[in-house]
């Protein structure tokens, strides 16, 4: 029998509330669904036939004449060619992205309309916009590419507003979740677009305005790619 004299404890201890966590989503459970094979076999034959039509387009825009505009932001910035540091970080973040996405179906699925509907932006805002490069440009030079396809067809140089490297990276720091994973590729998306700067590949309007293209087809995409309960 417990003493009436024994203190009793007015604040019990009271378990800690669970924070909901959402389960991760296997692809066994994705595949299963017929929404999800759907949105997914058609927006890698959307990607498919993009690549029958993005060289005609490209050649296109680098046959076109554009203006060449003034940029006091870029006069700051020194001029080298920085291609390998540059695709060093495109490929790596691409690496990190897919470790990241591929055991996760929904955000893989959501990232390739992402990557999608930005080509599309991209490709509307080239065709509105010709311009021609920076006076200092130094041609970009992919180390992958350029090695295993031997590339010697003229440099697209035109293909200015706005920046696809920039935006591609911002895509894929959206695309992951995590405050470490977002960090690492936001501070890369940031180091992606300074050195297409340095290399005079772009202006500084190009690589300012792309995560705001990436922003916006990751939005849409998330509509396209959203699962109805």
């Known amino acids: 029998m417990a003493s009436l004299l024994e203190p009793v404890d007015l604040h019990p201890t009271q ?10 989503q296997k692809w066994s459970e994705a595949w299963a669904r017929a929404g999800f ?4 076999g058609l927006v890698l034959g959307l990607l498919l036939g993009l690549l029958a039509v993005v060289p005609h387009f490209y050649h296109f825009v680098q046959s076109r004449p554009g203006q060449q505009l003034a940029d006091p932001l870029l006069a700051l910035l020194p001029v080298h060619d920085v291609s390998a540091a540059t695709f060093a970080l495109i490929y790596g973040g691409i690496a990190a992205a897919l470790v990241f996405l591929l055991p996760r179906p929904p955000l893989l699925l959501r990232a390739l309309w992402g990557y999608f509907l930005l080509q599309l932006l991209r490709m509307l805002t080239l065709w509105l916009v010709p ?18 396809f031997e590339v010697t067809t003229q440099p697209i140089v035109r293909d200015l507003f706005f920046s696809g490297h920039t935006a591609t990276m911002a895509l894929l720091a959206l695309a992951v979740r995590g405050r470490n994973w977002g960090r690492v590729l936001t501070l890369m998306t940031m180091a992606v677009g300074t050195l297409v700067l340095v290399q005079r590949v772009h202006y500084s309007y190009d690589v300012l305005v792309a995560p705001l293209f990436a922003w916006f087809a990751y939005q849409l995409a998330g509509q396209i790619s959203r699962s109805k309960k």
């Not at 094979?37 to 997914?40: E, I, P």
């Not at 311009?131 to 295993?148: E, G, K, M, S, Y």
């Open 15 to 24: 378990p800690a509330p669970q924070v909901y966590q959402p389960r991760q």
């Open 37 to 40: 094979r759907g949105r997914l």
């Open 131 to 148: 311009l021609d490069p920076p006076a200092a440009l130094i041609t970009l030079r992919d180390p992958v590419i350029d090695r295993l």
